[in-house]
């Protein structure tokens, strides 16, 4: 199977890995085209197209170096309308000339049982519960049905009798440095320069701004008196999935409940997706409560094929 060469994703390659993934119908975060372009750097990702397959290779995926010893070379499993079994192929070779066998990352359900049924014994795959997607019902975040909401909703209107002026407004590129300004504030209240992931979070936030009409991404500023104290920002996977890649907000408002009142209102502006996927939770212990206390309709399990 010959493929061109490998190359760095661009903003050009937008309507490529969309129509992949929407091909497939994933789920997963990590097939969104804006992840694929917005973390080139941080990853080091590649990408080819060939064969109606877009294939990617990924050089610095930190948290599973523990999973697979001595590889910092990854692949993404193909994505797209074509012969997989021919791709893998070329994948196995690629993987060979750099002198490591093929291994594959957070794979889905899917993607696990194609490798079970078409190269069985050939993979050990572990789960890995850290890297598992939080996928909602857009409209239960949006209307918060029924009582196992009722704390959220009471966040909200708690937010709201001491904020009666905050106001919610769609991001543009008028406001675009309001969301910046919000970034700024969250990364110096959390020593953001000590974290290389931090600061790699911070160089992302900024280009996706940047970028926003470009990415076709969507998202959403919470004001209070005129000053931004939350932001988030998402962008589609397929038609029926979208992604929520960012969600900050100003230390002070986040314990008055600036999360759950910016949750709920991105969520109204998304009722055309049936699910928001709000990505993993990293085994952090915090983020997994948080992600929990929402109620997630699918969790979405990846295993790491070795």
Not at 82 to 109: K, V
Not at 271 to 287: A, H, K, P, S, V
Request: aromatic letters at 10%; hydrophobic letters at 35%; a negative charge.
């Amino acid at each position: 199977m010959g493929c061109p060469t490998w190359r760095e994703p661009t903003p050009h390659d937008k309507d490529l890995l969309f129509k992949a993934a929407n091909e497939n119908a994933v789920m997963a975060c990590t097939d969104s085209y804006a992840n694929v372009i917005l973390y080139r750097k941080k990853y080091e990702t590649l990408v080819c197209s060939c064969g109606g397959l877009v294939l990617r290779k990924y050089h610095r995926l930190e948290k599973t170096d523990r999973d697979i010893a001595e590889n910092h070379i990854l692949y993404g499993f193909p994505l797209g309308t074509g012969d997989i079994r021919a791709a893998i192929d070329f994948l196995t070779h690629d993987a060979a000339a750099e002198g490591i066998p093929l291994a594959f990352p957070l794979l889905s359900a899917e993607q696990k049982l194609f490798l079970e049924r078409k190269m069985p014994n050939h993979y050990t795959f572990t789960e890995r519960r850290d890297d598992s997607d939080y996928l909602y019902l857009t409209k239960n975040l949006a209307d918060l049905p029924g009582g196992k909401y009722h704390k959220k909703k009471n966040h909200i209107s708690q937010f709201k009798r001491k904020y009666p002026e905050a106001e919610y407004r769609p991001i543009t590129v008028e406001n675009a440095d309001d969301a910046r300004r919000i970034e700024d504030e969250w990364y110096a209240a959390n020593d953001g320069d000590a974290d290389r992931d931090k600061r790699f979070e911070k160089e992302i936030i900024d280009e996706a701004l940047a970028l926003f009409d470009v990415l076709n991404l969507t998202g959403g500023i919470l004001y209070v008196a005129g000053r931004p104290v939350a932001m988030t920002m998402g962008s589609p996977i397929t038609e029926q999935v979208a992604d929520v890649h960012f969600e900050k907000a100003v230390p002070g408002f986040d314990r008055d409940g600036a999360f759950a009142v910016i949750n709920q209102l991105y969520a109204k502006t998304m009722t055309q997706y049936e699910y928001l996927n709000r990505e993993e939770d990293l085994g952090i212990e915090g983020l997994r409560k948080a992600k929990l206390s929402y109620h997630p309709d699918i969790l979405l399990a990846k295993w790491i094929a070795a």
